[in-house]
T-cell receptor, first 118, second 115 residues
Framework: AQTVTQSQPEMSVQEAETVTLSCTYD???????LFWYKQPPSRQMILVIR??????QNATENRFSVNFQKAAKSFSLKISDSQLGDAAMYFC???????????????FGKGTMLLVSP | KAGVTQTPRYLIKTRGQQVTLSCSPI?????VSWYQQTPGQGLQFLFE???????NKGNFPGRFSGRQFSNSRSEMNVSTLELGDSALYLC??????????????FGSGTRLTVV
């Protein structure tokens, strides 16, 4: 079974600074997808960024980028120019790419609470 | 495009009662998944439905059940409620197509409190 580990329960950053959230995972599969989700107090999980394991290039979405190290099974999220609105719980998630039947569930880490100060 | 709609947003039930939660996915999405979120256990997968068929089920007791209708709307039911069932229940919809890195779109959840 796959596991996802987020070793930082809480991180703090000042506005305009850069912060990196860590995520490691364990899998025996070679093809899979990785995601970072953000959950603000409104409770809705919002997709921040996604990465296909077969792609060597790291995904980037505006101020959000990942450092995907497949051999090390590491998938960290970098937030540049942090804003007050970035404050939320961030979850790293894994999904197998083996197709639909029985393998399309998301496995989540425990989350990292990001605090942003002015 | 409307998002994923979950109703109700809040619910308070008594131990032993049963509850039904509803989820309307994004139009065109055929897959609906349910997750339970608690402070202690985090996010745990409950089940997934695709085209009215349950494709996968998490490690939850039989008191937790669900179904999906022909319009892709889904309901989950919890019978004989226990205090430990208090949680945020999140629904996620997706295209559900193989070979596609679809992200899941989540609703805002139903906060269930069992007293």
């Amino acid at each position: 079974a796959q596991t996802v580990t987020q070793s930082q329960p809480e991180m703090s950053v000042q506005e305009a600074e850069t912060v990196t959230l860590s995520c490691t995972y364990d899998t025996s599969e070679s093809d899979y997808y990785l995601f970072w989700y953000k959950q603000p107090p409104s409770r809705q999980m919002i997709l921040v960024i996604r990465q296909e394991a077969y792609k060597q290039q790291n995904a980037t979405e505006n101020r959000f980028s990942v450092n995907f190290q497949k051999a090390a099974k590491s998938f960290s999220l970098k937030i540049s120019d942090s804003q007050l609105g970035d404050a939320a719980m961030y979850f790293c998630a894994y999904r197998s790419a083996r197709g639909n039947s029985g393998y399309s569930t998301l496995t989540f880490g425990k989350g990292t609470m990001l605090l942003v100060s002015p | 495009k409307a998002g994923v709609t979950q109703t109700p947003r809040y619910l308070i039930k008594t131990r032993g009662q049963q509850v039904t939660l509803s989820c309307s996915p994004i139009s065109g999405h055929r897959s609906v998944s349910w997750y339970q979120q608690t402070p202690g256990q985090g996010l745990q997968f409950l089940f997934e439905y695709f085209s009215e068929t349950q494709r996968n089920k998490g490690n939850f007791p039989g008191r937790f059940s669900g179904r999906q209708f022909s319009n892709s709307r889904s309901e989950m039911n919890v019978s004989t409620l226990e205090l430990g069932d208090s949680a945020l229940y999140l629904c996620a919809s997706s295209l559900g197509r193989a070979g596609v890195n679809y992200g899941y779109t989540f609703g805002s959840g139903t906060r269930l409190t069992v007293v």
